[in-house]
């Protein structure tokens, strides 16, 4: 274990993904007390037996709910009234081209990606700035640097992500607060195996007969995701607020996904 955040308290949203297990993981191991926080209890609870870390609680919040977002206050009150991080890691997905997406749709996603986000942010800032060496990640996605087809609404938002990161850290500068972005490319999560294998693709057939999704020529881990989101949350950044720092293979220096 090591000591990277020793005796901070973070609050790491969409927790029950592979990225969102994997960050709360290694915050743990580096000394943090963890609030982990999703919209699905029974998954959450499931990830949390799997991780073991007596360091991490969880509490079950839908952030596209302005009221639930509000009583989201309370849990971190209960788990200490502090923080000092707090990771905008949760997201939804929508799969059409934008000449097909509705209203409804994008009400959807931006409800999630963006205005859950944003409220999040908002209920958290008050303790980010009492701690005097507060610090947001969100992650994002090299695929709001870099367009593509099919999935558009989702690179919408996480564009949206990115310039909000870049706000966030002008407007907090003045209370100590830093807001950093990570953005990751094709990663190997629980959600994008179940996707593989809905068509058909086991895992390693993904890895062998599927799409290369990077120019380093495989997909990434949820730990490689983890560790740059711990590094920027940590006081190793602590001179570091609106980069947005890509990780993702290679693909946004090619600007292209790998066939």
Not at 84 to 99: G, K, P, Q, S
Not at 136 to 149: E, K, L
Request: net charge neutral.
């Amino acid at each position: 274990m090591g000591h990277r955040l020793e005796g901070k308290t973070a609050l790491i949203t969409g927790g029950a993904g592979g990225i969102g297990q994997a960050i709360a993981s290694l915050f743990a191991d580096e000394g943090a007390r963890v609030l982990l926080v999703d919209r699905d209890a029974d998954a959450l609870a499931a990830g949390v037996a799997r991780l073991g870390r007596d360091r991490i609680a969880t509490a079950t919040c839908d952030i596209a709910d302005e009221a639930r977002v509000a009583r989201l206050g309370d849990a971190i009150r209960a788990h200490g009234d502090a923080l000092d991080i707090l990771v905008n890691n949760a997201a939804t997905r929508e799969y059409h081209r934008l000449a097909d997406a509705d209203a409804a749709s994008w009400q959807r996603i931006l409800a999630v990606n963006v205005i859950g986000a944003g409220l999040v942010t908002a209920l958290a800032l008050p303790w980010l700035r009492r701690s005097g060496r507060g610090a947001v990640v969100n992650v994002a996605s090299t695929f709001g640097i870099c367009g593509r087809a099919g999935m558009g609404q989702y690179d919408v938002t996480k564009a949206a992500m990115v310039a909000a990161t870049r706000v966030l850290a002008i407007e907090e500068a003045r209370y100590g607060v830093r807001a950093n972005a990570v953005c990751p490319g094709s990663v190997l999560t629980g959600f994008t195996l179940g996707r593989a294998a809905a068509r058909g693709l086991s895992e390693a057939e993904l890895k062998d007969r599927g799409f290369v999704p990077a120019p380093i020529a495989r997909w990434g881990e949820p730990a490689e995701i983890a560790a740059p989101v711990l590094w920027l949350a940590s006081d190793e950044a602590s001179f570091i607020t609106g980069a947005v720092l890509p990780v993702d293979g290679g693909v946004s220096a090619s600007g292209t996904r790998v066939a």
